[in-house]
């Protein structure tokens, strides 16, 4: 039988591609502008934010979709609402099934009524902590990535930032936003600076924008991970009997096993795919890329990885082995420890599949 939705949220998941400001509770919205004195909100009513953000972000533009992250952002500006909105979305992710998840932020963001990026970073952190203890039963284990915005020149800073408090929760970088003219290679001094340093980073690449963005990230950069990396599709010629050739950069992003952070509800909002059906995903995991799956802005996309799994499974037909495929794809490929990340695959992540394999 296909692995229904409830049986699904009881798997063990990773989650390496999620935005702590895409994932806010309508409600806590609501409540931490009332707080703070936001009044920019379209709505103070939970239920029809909720469902405004849907409608905002389902306009298959990543610019627009983008612009709902000011109302989201424009709450984070205080310590306590910080810790409040990580120590949520650790809730929120461990009732999910996460047992590991990524989260990344751009400090930089969040420091309009005077927070440091220190105290931007140290908040996030104990909400993090918090939100994992209170999780109770539910296990999950929250790194976090800082992200520098790509049309802003802080790169360097936010770099700087996530060496400093890597041995105690961050556990990468990134850089995010739109991609059109502003190329990876922006920002090379803080790549080079990241590679001296031994530190792990993703870079947003080939979301909205194709090849090109790829190849700087992969060649120019040294990105460890793509986050997105739907574009390299676009690199591949399918025949008509199925058969597919790879050009030779969807070929070296298969042969080093650089992982694709894929987020197909968002990526439908944002036009780079028109279903799920058609989604990417398909094709690469049948060409054995080093494919995740993830939710990119659980708000803005109304989802859950379980959610994205449960689209999967309905649209290619998918059953537990290939959910544990994904699944364990995400774990090798987290910013972790190697003992760490196989202390999790083998202790954690395949047996809790196992349970679901062979449950009547």
Not at 114 to 131: H, I, M, N, T
Not at 179 to 204: K, M, S, V
Not at 205 to 228: N, T, V, Y
Request: net charge negative; charged share 25%.
């Amino acid at each position: 039988m296909s692995p229904s939705l409830d049986d699904i949220r009881r798997a063990p998941k990773v989650l390496l591609h999620d935005h702590l400001d895409g994932g806010l509770r309508a409600e806590t919205i609501v409540e931490l502008a009332r707080e703070t004195g936001y009044d920019r909100l379209p709505t103070v009513d939970p239920d029809n934010l909720r469902l405004w953000f849907q409608e905002a972000a389902d306009s298959g533009s990543l610019e627009r979709y983008l612009e709902t992250f000011e109302h989201t952002v424009g709450v984070m500006q205080t310590r306590e609402s910080l810790v409040r909105v990580a120590a949520e979305c650790a809730q929120d992710l461990a009732a999910d099934g996460v047992v590991y998840a990524e989260v990344r932020y751009a400090p930089e963001q969040h420091t309009t009524m005077g927070l440091s990026l220190d105290q931007v970073v140290e908040a996030v952190l104990e909400g993090f902590k918090l939100g994992s203890e209170q999780a109770g039963g539910h296990g999950i284990r929250v790194g976090t990535l800082l992200t520098a915005m790509r049309h802003k020149a802080r790169s360097m800073e936010i770099a700087e930032l996530a060496v400093r408090y890597r041995d105690v929760g961050v556990v990468g970088f990134d850089i995010a936003g739109a991609e059109a003219g502003y190329p990876p290679t922006r920002h090379l001094d803080a790549f080079e600076y990241l590679q001296r340093e031994n530190a792990h980073f993703t870079i947003h690449a080939g979301e909205a924008f194709g090849l090109p963005s790829i190849w700087q990230a992969i060649q120019w950069c040294g990105a460890d991970r793509l986050g997105h990396g739907v574009r390299i599709i676009d690199d591949i010629s399918v025949a008509g009997d199925g058969s597919a050739k790879l050009g030779r950069l969807a070929a070296y992003v298969r042969d080093k096993r650089i992982p694709l952070e894929m987020c197909p509800t968002s990526n439908l909002q944002t036009g780079a795919a028109d279903s799920i059906a058609d989604h990417p995903i398909g094709l690469l995991r049948r060409l054995h890329f080093r494919v995740t799956v993830n939710t990119d802005n659980r708000l803005m996309s109304s989802t859950s990885v379980s959610l994205e799994f449960a689209k999967l499974v309905e649209a290619f037909g998918y059953g537990w082995d290939d959910l544990q495929w994904f699944t364990v794809n995400a774990m090798k490929s987290a910013f972790l420890p190697f003992d760490e990340r196989l202390a999790l695959i083998n202790g954690v992540i395949k047996p809790g599949f196992a349970q679901r394999k062979w449950q009547p």
